[in-house]
């Protein structure tokens, strides 16, 4: 299934960009430089710029088209699910996503490091970055579908 997405965001980033020579400076529509001759050609996405690949295209397509996921946020709304919404301690009623948070740190990034792969395997999250940022899977199939057919 990621490979087909792949694809499909691939299939995105050359229609939103224009083959270009970078040797003539000029748009080559037709997948070869009109003046050069040559095939050897950068992809143009207007207002963005001019590189070689895709990956930077399909990058600057889904930071425009959706919002990252907030794993942070989400995360925190997951745990509230599960637990009890305050703490007792004391005579205190703490916040209990805070005092996790507050009183182990470490842990509560493993935990949340868990949960975003679990998240990723289930196939609910995606990331084309390695994981510095996730998109929601049915918002980049809603994307690559209206766009591409």
């Known amino acids: 299934m990621n490979h087909e997405i792949h694809e499909q965001l691939?299939?995105?980033?050359?229609?939103?960009?224009?083959?270009?020579c970078y040797s003539c400076y000029k748009e080559a529509p037709q997948g070869r430089c009109h003046?050069?001759?040559?095939?050897?050609?950068?992809?143009?996405?207007?207002?963005?710029?001019?590189?070689?690949?895709?990956?930077?295209?399909?990058?600057?397509?889904l930071e425009s088209e959706?919002?990252?996921?907030?794993?942070d946020e989400e995360f925190e709304e997951y745990v509230r699910q599960c637990y009890p919404e305050t703490t007792q301690v004391g005579w205190m009623s703490l916040d209990t996503v805070s005092v996790m948070k507050d009183q182990d740190p470490v842990s509560w990034r493993c935990?949340?490091?868990?949960?975003?792969?679990?998240?990723?395997?289930?196939?609910?999250?995606?990331?084309?970055?390695?994981?510095?940022s996730y998109y929601?899977?049915?918002?980049?199939?809603?994307?690559?579908e209206s766009e591409i057919g």
């Open 35 to 61: 003046d050069c001759g040559s095939d050897d050609l950068m992809r143009l996405l207007p207002g963005d710029g001019c590189e070689y690949g895709t990956d930077w295209i399909v990058k600057s397509i």
């Open 111 to 132: 935990a949340q490091s868990e949960w975003e792969s679990q998240e990723a395997d289930e196939g609910t999250i995606i990331s084309f970055d390695n994981g510095a």
């Open 10 to 20: 691939k299939q995105l980033a050359l229609k939103h960009s224009i083959p270009f």
């Open 66 to 71: 959706l919002t990252a996921v907030d794993l």
């Open 136 to 144: 929601r899977l049915d918002e980049v199939e809603s994307l690559t």
